[in-house]
């Protein structure tokens, strides 16, 4: 039972360097998204999916990209890091029926990003 | 626009008193539902407790409830009894129907509990 699974758990990266985190659910669950942590601010959404193939911007999607080819599988890339990116970036999925569900999200353990 | 608001930055209780943390949200949605979650030190969110803007009863789950007053838009979170492992950031949440159908689930910005033996 992995549930969510992030890969790496810490990373440093320059200034202008493009990185993928990953992303990998075993629940087969539809509804995947990518979440950034800042202190004060709780956890703002970036990107997410409703299903393979299918992807929408959220709050703060400048800067990134996602895709989604599998329904296990939701990389999000940086594609010219910048400083205002350090963060903690959490992927989260459910299992989405619509507007009809009463259980949370499955977040993965977080993926900590420095860029100096 | 939706929003999520957490008045309190920090909390304290004595350990087996019982704490409310606030949530007040904004929303012109008909249909939403409030979530709150719990994240320790370690870093990990964990889902506590879930209330749909047509549930007629509060929502419990064990030690959580959720006090609901939808006309104040309100969803306070009541932990009663608390333990030390209940020091933690909470954060409220609200899913949100988008009119493409997809939903999102928005978070506020975290009251951090602290639990005095």
């Known amino acids: 039972n992995a549930g969510v699974t992030q890969t790496p758990k810490f990373q440093v990266l320059k200034t202008g360097q493009s990185m993928t985190l990953q992303c990998a659910q075993d629940?087969?669950?539809?509804?995947m998204s990518w979440y950034r942590q800042d202190p004060g601010m709780g956890l703002r959404l970036i990107h997410y999916?409703?299903?393979?193939?299918?992807?929408d911007q959220g709050e703060v999607p400048n800067g990134y990209n996602v895709s989604r080819s599998t329904t296990e599988d939701f990389p999000l890339r940086l594609l010219s890091a910048a400083p205002s990116q350090t963060s903690v970036y959490f992927c989260a999925s459910v299992k989405h029926r619509g507007y009809i569900y009463n259980y949370g999200y499955t977040f993965g353990s977080g993926t900590r990003l420095t860029v100096v | 626009a939706q929003k999520i608001t957490q008045t309190q930055p920090g909390m304290f209780v004595q350990e087996k008193e019982a704490v409310t943390l606030d949530c007040t949200y904004d929303t012109s949605d008909p249909s939403y539902g409030l979530f709150w979650y719990k994240q320790p030190s370690s870093g990990e969110m964990i889902f506590l407790i879930y209330?749909?803007?047509?549930?007629?009863q509060n929502a419990t789950e064990g030690r959580y409830s959720l006090n609901f007053q939808k006309a104040r838009k309100s969803a306070n979170l009541v932990i009663s009894a608390s333990q030390l492992g209940d020091s933690a950031m909470y954060f409220c949440a609200m899913r949100t129907t988008l009119k493409t159908s997809y939903d999102k689930v928005i978070f506020g910005p975290g009251t951090s509990l602290s639990v005095i033996p």
């Open positions: 629940m087969n669950h539809e509804y």
């Open positions: 999916s409703v299903g393979a193939g299918i992807t």
């Open positions: 209330q749909g803007s047509y549930d007629q």
